[in-house]
């Protein structure tokens, strides 16, 4: 097992990382302040991971709400199940919150920790690659508006991760590549030395080598803490994890929530992002062909939905948390591993692109 910290002061945490960590109850017990947990998870995870969850923790006095699985039940309706659950059990501020799924569970149910009495004990146990490489940790929690993604949330920290690599071994193959979409931004933003590793173990991460993918959980974790550390409420630095995200999340919504998955919306969204930026002259055409071949090699989408029109793209793009006076901002890319975020480009170039990436 590999445990990092992520530094925050008196609210640092650890994210241990290792195969059957579900068991271990000695590395949950010393963030449980109480004897009441309430266990959130879904109806596809449950049955898989939550008996063995319940028996790790048999010592307390455990409660569960077991959500329908699925993007579009990332919503406040479903977040008031977690809040009828926990009132109908009379839990108290003395309660922790576990949250035990992909990232759609982690981020309802970080969300839900915070604002139950003002604010509970929260602990991550991510089950999809996405959820141990990125969502579990940073303490960002949301839930969808129909209008935008992730509109309505907080930032609140768990207390501990633990992401059991063993878990990934019932994860769909589609989830998988899902997850890689956010694994390879790391390397796009700010880790070539990761990206040329990325590029030499793709196929033995899609065939889940668990050496491979313990290593890759480990390295996007250390990436992500070291911005979460510097920019934990993203005020600069920490928006570059968002590359691709701007267009990804106008794809989420246009196309419904849970049609194409967060990791697939990202990785069209970075391979467009990699193409604008060597459109505007920014980025050499090696690093842009090398970007979305990677992508492509983790059998992830790299053009938007055929469906989507350039307009769609600029009106859901205009709900962005990154626009600023109006102007929507994007990640864009200088080389491979140096991003920044700006509205300063041409415009023109811009809107050339989009209208060709829509065909329309
Ligand atoms: P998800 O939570 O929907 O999980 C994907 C699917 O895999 C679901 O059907 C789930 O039930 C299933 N599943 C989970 N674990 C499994 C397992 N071990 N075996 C079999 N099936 C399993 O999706 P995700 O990709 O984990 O997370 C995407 C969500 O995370 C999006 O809502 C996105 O906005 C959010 N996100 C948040 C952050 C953040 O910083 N908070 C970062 C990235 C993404
Ligand atoms: N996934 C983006 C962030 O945590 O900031």
Same mark, same amino acid.
């Given at each position: 097992m590999k445990t990092l910290t992520v530094d925050l002061?008196?609210?640092?945490?650890?994210?241990?990382?290792?195969?059957?960590? !579900? %068991?271990?109850? *000695? /590395?949950?017990?010393?963030? #449980?302040?109480?004897?009441?947990?309430?266990?959130? &998870?879904?109806?596809?995870?449950?049955?898989?991971?939550?008996?063995?969850?319940?028996?790790?923790?048999?010592?307390?006095?455990?409660?569960?709400?077991?959500?329908?699985?699925?993007?579009?039940?990332?919503?406040?309706?479903?977040?008031?199940?977690?809040?009828?659950?926990?009132?109908?059990?009379?839990?108290?501020?003395? !309660? %922790?919150?576990? *949250? /035990?799924?992909?990232?759609? #569970?982690?981020?309802?149910?970080?969300?839900?920790? &915070?604002?139950?009495?003002?604010?509970v004990n929260f602990i991550q146990i991510p089950t999809t690659l996405l959820a141990q490489v990125d969502s579990s940790v940073g303490g960002k929690t949301a839930v969808n508006h129909p209008l935008g993604k992730n509109m309505i949330g907080a930032f609140y920290q768990p207390r501990c991760v633990l992401a059991d690599i063993s878990t990934l071994d019932t994860l769909p193959a589609r989830e998988l590549s899902a997850g890689l979409a956010e694994v390879i931004k790391y390397g796009v933003i700010r880790d070539v030395a990761f990206f040329e590793w990325l590029e030499q173990n793709m196929d033995a991460l899609l065939a889940r080598n668990s050496e491979v993918l313990g290593y890759a959980i480990e390295r996007s974790c250390r990436n992500k803490a070291e911005i979460v550390e510097q920019d934990e409420h993203e005020r600069g630095m920490r928006a570059l994890l968002n590359l691709g995200h701007t267009f990804g999340h106008a794809i989420e919504t246009a196309c419904g929530y849970g049609v194409w998955l967060h990791g697939e919306a990202v990785a069209a969204g970075m391979s467009m992002a990699a193409e604008l930026s060597y459109r505007l002259g920014w980025l050499p055409a090696n690093d842009m062909q090398r970007i979305i071949g990677l992508i492509a090699r983790a059998k992830l989408p790299v053009k938007p939905p055929a469906t989507m029109s350039a307009a769609q793209f600029m009106d859901l793009m205009a709900v962005d948390k990154k626009v600023e006076d109006g102007k929507v901002r994007f990640v864009l890319l200088k080389a491979l591993g140096d991003a920044v975020t700006t509205a300063d480009f041409d415009a023109a170039i811009f809107e050339q692109f989009l209208n060709e990436s829509c065909g329309a």
């Amino acid at each position: 097992m590999k445990t990092l910290t992520v530094d925050l002061g008196n609210r640092s945490y650890p994210i241990h990382i290792g195969q059957h960590l !579900l %068991t271990q109850v *000695a /590395l949950l017990q010393p963030h #449980i302040v109480s004897k009441q947990v309430l266990i959130v &998870s879904n109806d596809t995870v449950a049955p898989l991971y939550l008996d063995t969850l319940l028996s790790t923790l048999s010592a307390y006095d455990c409660y569960t709400v077991v959500l329908k699985d699925g993007e579009q039940y990332k919503s406040l309706d479903t977040l008031n199940e977690i809040f009828d659950a926990a009132l109908n059990n009379k839990l108290n501020r003395q !309660l %922790t919150m576990i *949250a /035990l799924g992909g990232g759609v #569970i982690g981020d309802m149910a970080g969300f839900a920790a &915070s604002c139950y009495q003002r604010g509970v004990n929260f602990i991550q146990i991510p089950t999809t690659l996405l959820a141990q490489v990125d969502s579990s940790v940073g303490g960002k929690t949301a839930v969808n508006h129909p209008l935008g993604k992730n509109m309505i949330g907080a930032f609140y920290q768990p207390r501990c991760v633990l992401a059991d690599i063993s878990t990934l071994d019932t994860l769909p193959a589609r989830e998988l590549s899902a997850g890689l979409a956010e694994v390879i931004k790391y390397g796009v933003i700010r880790d070539v030395a990761f990206f040329e590793w990325l590029e030499q173990n793709m196929d033995a991460l899609l065939a889940r080598n668990s050496e491979v993918l313990g290593y890759a959980i480990e390295r996007s974790c250390r990436n992500k803490a070291e911005i979460v550390e510097q920019d934990e409420h993203e005020r600069g630095m920490r928006a570059l994890l968002n590359l691709g995200h701007t267009f990804g999340h106008a794809i989420e919504t246009a196309c419904g929530y849970g049609v194409w998955l967060h990791g697939e919306a990202v990785a069209a969204g970075m391979s467009m992002a990699a193409e604008l930026s060597y459109r505007l002259g920014w980025l050499p055409a090696n690093d842009m062909q090398r970007i979305i071949g990677l992508i492509a090699r983790a059998k992830l989408p790299v053009k938007p939905p055929a469906t989507m029109s350039a307009a769609q793209f600029m009106d859901l793009m205009a709900v962005d948390k990154k626009v600023e006076d109006g102007k929507v901002r994007f990640v864009l890319l200088k080389a491979l591993g140096d991003a920044v975020t700006t509205a300063d480009f041409d415009a023109a170039i811009f809107e050339q692109f989009l209208n060709e990436s829509c065909g329309a």
